[in-house]
């Protein structure tokens, strides 16, 4: 008897998909990256579920108490005074169009303006000329070189060559940290002395990559305080050396910050912008505070985004800013 063509098809139709080992990986690593910001975020995300939920205890509807005790609790979460203020305008006007009477409603309001308010900006493409050239700036302790490393390896993964530059002189233990993590990648670092002139290892690593054909090259930087005016104006310095030799670049300028810092990071943000035009941001050790609101603070009130968070300090534990999740691991139940 020949067979039935139809049932066939249907059993093909029906096949579980094929999924390749390296796809199922990287789906694990996002996974587990999510929980870990998840439990990071813990302590903002109990503050705000709970305090919401106080806010329209025994409440059937709102009243202009509840938007005060609101605005208190996003400030104290670390959202900045503007962006709460905004962000409790925004809630007020759905929120009463809406006569919202639960706690649940109100969250889900809440969450879908902080979406809103959050901006993501497309990564800078490879230069058709050179390689793409990434400038990391930050103050002391907030794990720059590191987060250098991390991102070398996501380049590396995404095909890219990488070169990285030492342009920390001040200290040997940092040529010598960043020199070990060329080793361990497998990349080309860029370095002098410890005292060297921070602007000649730059113009050395400029003219490298270009000849050597890189994809990116990736320069670190001294830690400094923002408050420093003759450190930021060094690096000032650094970006004009680059701009001669590179008219183009840098084609993006990431400040790292410790999450746990709060609106002290709002400020760095806004002084070394103001200093070498900040074009991106990477969030560290978001695995261990309650400060999560920063966030939003320095995305909304400087304009500039959030491109990478980090959660640990394992070479995966660095992964691109990803709004819902964000706000995910912000309010979900």
Same mark, same amino acid.
């Given at each position: 008897m020949a067979e039935d063509p139809t049932k066939k098809n249907d059993i093909l139709e029906l096949a579980p998909e094929t999924r390749l080992p390296e796809e199922e990986a990287a789906e694990q690593e996002q996974s587990g990256f999510w929980k870990?910001?998840? @439990? =990071?975020?813990?302590?903002t995300h109990t503050e705000l579920i709970d305090k919401v939920s106080d806010a329209m205890s025994g409440k059937v509807t709102l009243d202009e108490r509840t938007f005060e005790y609101l605005e208190e609790v996003l400030i104290s979460s670390d959202l900045g005074v503007e962006t709460s203020l905004e962000l409790v305008e925004r809630v007020r006007r759905n929120a009463l169009k !809406?006569? &919202?009477g639960s706690a649940t409603r109100l969250r889900k309001i809440l969450a879908d303006e902080i979406a809103? %308010?959050?901006? !993501?900006?497309p990564r800078p493409r490879l230069a058709g @000329? =050179? +390689? %793409?050239?990434t400038l990391v700036v930050g103050v002391n302790g907030v794990g720059k070189t590191t987060s $250098?490393?991390?991102?070398? @390896? @996501?380049?590396q993964e995404e095909g890219q060559k990488v070169m990285l530059a030492a342009g920390d002189t001040f200290r040997a233990a940092a040529i010598e940290q960043l020199a070990l993590w060329g080793e361990r990648l497998g990349v080309e670092v860029v370095r002098q002395g410890q005292g060297a002139d921070p602007g000649a290892v730059v113009y050395d690593a400029i003219h490298a990559a270009k000849a050597r054909r890189m994809d990116h090259l990736i320069i670190d930087t001294a830690g400094r305080l923002h408050t420093k005016v003759n450190l930021m104006e060094e690096l000032r310095k650094i970006k004009r050396v680059i701009q001669k030799q590179y008219p183009d670049? +840098?084609?993006e300028v990431l400040l790292v910050i410790d999450a746990t810092t709060g609106q002290n990071g709002l400020q760095q943000a806004k002084q070394f912008s103001a200093s070498v035009g900040v074009t991106g941001l990477v969030l560290t050790k978001l695995d261990g505070t309650a400060k999560g =609101? $920063? $966030? %939003?603070?320095?995305n909304h009130e400087m304009n500039v985004p959030v491109r990478? &968070? =980090?959660v640990g300090e394992k070479l995966d534990d660095l992964q691109p800013f990803d709004k819902g999740a964000f706000v995910d691991a912000l309010f979900a139940p």
């Amino acid at each position: 008897m020949a067979e039935d063509p139809t049932k066939k098809n249907d059993i093909l139709e029906l096949a579980p998909e094929t999924r390749l080992p390296e796809e199922e990986a990287a789906e694990q690593e996002q996974s587990g990256f999510w929980k870990k910001l998840k @439990r =990071g975020l813990f302590m903002t995300h109990t503050e705000l579920i709970d305090k919401v939920s106080d806010a329209m205890s025994g409440k059937v509807t709102l009243d202009e108490r509840t938007f005060e005790y609101l605005e208190e609790v996003l400030i104290s979460s670390d959202l900045g005074v503007e962006t709460s203020l905004e962000l409790v305008e925004r809630v007020r006007r759905n929120a009463l169009k !809406e006569q &919202v009477g639960s706690a649940t409603r109100l969250r889900k309001i809440l969450a879908d303006e902080i979406a809103d %308010l959050l901006y !993501e900006l497309p990564r800078p493409r490879l230069a058709g @000329r =050179g +390689p %793409l050239l990434t400038l990391v700036v930050g103050v002391n302790g907030v794990g720059k070189t590191t987060s $250098i490393a991390k991102l070398a @390896r @996501r380049a590396q993964e995404e095909g890219q060559k990488v070169m990285l530059a030492a342009g920390d002189t001040f200290r040997a233990a940092a040529i010598e940290q960043l020199a070990l993590w060329g080793e361990r990648l497998g990349v080309e670092v860029v370095r002098q002395g410890q005292g060297a002139d921070p602007g000649a290892v730059v113009y050395d690593a400029i003219h490298a990559a270009k000849a050597r054909r890189m994809d990116h090259l990736i320069i670190d930087t001294a830690g400094r305080l923002h408050t420093k005016v003759n450190l930021m104006e060094e690096l000032r310095k650094i970006k004009r050396v680059i701009q001669k030799q590179y008219p183009d670049a +840098p084609h993006e300028v990431l400040l790292v910050i410790d999450a746990t810092t709060g609106q002290n990071g709002l400020q760095q943000a806004k002084q070394f912008s103001a200093s070498v035009g900040v074009t991106g941001l990477v969030l560290t050790k978001l695995d261990g505070t309650a400060k999560g =609101g $920063i $966030i %939003l603070a320095i995305n909304h009130e400087m304009n500039v985004p959030v491109r990478f &968070v =980090g959660v640990g300090e394992k070479l995966d534990d660095l992964q691109p800013f990803d709004k819902g999740a964000f706000v995910d691991a912000l309010f979900a139940p």
